[in-house]
């Protein structure tokens, strides 16, 4: 991913889009990046390096929709 691209989640009554803001290698002690924040992001964080650290990728919240088949069908959930 880049920083710029967009984040699609949901709860199938919403979908939730963030935009990537920060996207880093971290050590894999960098706790505070799952501690609780007053703005409303998503924090991904996958292993890089072969397992000794770890990419950080969080996105701010740009905009919430009600889930509908249309725009559902993003997540292939069939």
Excluded: H
Excluded at 42 to 49: E, F, K, N, R, W
């Amino acid at each position: 991913v880049k920083k710029g691209e967009l984040i699609y989640l949901t709860d199938l009554k919403k979908v939730y889009i963030y935009r990537i803001y920060m996207k880093k290698i971290v050590d894999p002690s960098a706790v505070w990046l799952v501690n609780n924040t007053r703005q409303n992001i998503v924090t991904l964080i996958t292993c890089a390096d072969g397992g000794k650290n770890r990419w950080a990728i969080r996105g701010n919240l740009i905009k919430t929709e009600k889930a509908t088949d249309n725009n559902l069908k993003v997540f292939n959930l069939k």
